[in-house]
């Protein structure tokens, strides 16, 4: 199981569009809402059954209204380990992105 302490940074006029859209991920909390209007928020991510908790970074991380994510903690432990895409190497996440088997679309 992995759960990530991320800083989610976004103009201050895309804060509400992208704060709601993390709510709607699962395995996504805000931790600390944006009380002053800077554009960032604190989310943390943890694994689902469907997808491991640095994909969804990664997703995030491409999404239009997000600057940049900035990963402040992590915590991996073997806990609950995730099975739903079966990886190897620790980097093997960033290619199940880039081959389609991870939650975004191939580039065409």
Do not use: C, F, K
Request: overall charge negative; cysteine-free; hydrophobic content about 45%.
């Amino acid at each position: 199981m992995s759960i990530l302490g991320v800083i989610v940074r976004t103009r201050p006029e895309d804060l509400a569009a992208t704060e709601q859209a993390l709510r709607a991920l699962p395995g996504t909390d805000i931790a600390a809402p944006a009380g002053e209007a800077d554009g960032r928020l604190v989310v943390v991510i943890e694994d689902t059954p469907a997808r491991t908790a640095a994909a969804v970074m990664a997703e995030i991380a491409l999404w239009p209204r997000v600057l940049n994510t900035s990963l402040v903690y992590e915590y991996s432990g073997p806990d609950v380990p995730h099975t739903a895409v079966e990886l190897t190497g620790y980097t093997d996440w960033r290619n199940s992105l880039a081959d389609g088997r991870g939650p975004l679309p191939r580039r065409g």
